[in-house]
């Protein structure tokens, strides 16, 4: 394997790990306003609702940063035998 072919597939792990946090960032204020009400008393569904789109997008984040470095640490390791 190549440093190109692995300079290639980490980009391509990069770019897919942006698009699973915008997507779920993006899911998450939909669901909001599929299944949710947001006029409330005092709008406390939608602070309620902040917290979890919030929460959900930087756990999708995390995720996807550990996936590529365990992903980039794999193709090293199998580029150096």
């Known amino acids: 394997m190549t440093e190109k072919e692995v300079k290639g597939r980490l980009s391509l792990v990069r770019f897919g790990g942006l698009v ?8 998450l204020v939909a669901m909001i306003f599929l299944f949710g009400q947001l006029t409330t008393s005092g709008g406390q569904m939608v602070q309620d609702a902040l917290l979890y789109i919030v929460l959900g997008t930087v756990i999708a984040a995390v995720v996807s940063i ?11 390791r199998r580029m150096q035998s």
């Open 20 to 27: 699973v946090t915008i997507m779920t960032f993006v899911i």
């Open 66 to 76: 550990v996936f590529y470095f365990l992903y980039r640490a794999y193709l090293m």
